[in-house]
């Protein structure tokens, strides 16, 4: 059975950094993509970072250049690593694998004080 399991949330600053891990219970090798996505209150989820098998990246123009996501094979973890936090980037984070089926992590939350 997939598990994603985030961790990393919490409170920051403006300006201030966060990391985000991502375990999975699986090799990563099995999945097509993951990502991170955020769903902030009274707003859709949103796509914000994606890794795929090969290691191609894509992102939110919201977050280019601030965030980053990246992958560690041989420990079956992805990570956001987030700088330049601003007010807006406050929302719930869910790690995101897909391989035909789409599986989801419980949610991590990320408050950043302006």
């Known amino acids: 059975q997939v598990q994603l399991v985030e961790s990393g949330g919490g409170l920051a600053q403006a300006g201030g950094s966060l990391r985000l891990s991502c375990a999975a219970s699986?090799?990563?090798?099995?999945?097509?993509?993951m990502g991170w996505y955020r769903q902030a209150p009274g707003k859709q989820r949103e796509l914000i970072a994606r890794i795929t098998s090969r290691g191609t990246t894509n992102y939110a123009d919201s977050v280019k250049g601030r965030f980053t996501i990246s992958a560690d094979n041989a420990k079956n973890m992805v990570y956001l690593q987030m700088n330049s936090l601003i007010f807006e980037d406050s929302a719930v984070y869910y790690c995101n694998a897909e391989r035909g089926f789409l599986y989801w992590g419980q949610g991590t939350q990320v408050t950043v004080s302006s």
């Open positions: 699986v090799s990563i090798f099995s999945f097509n993509t």
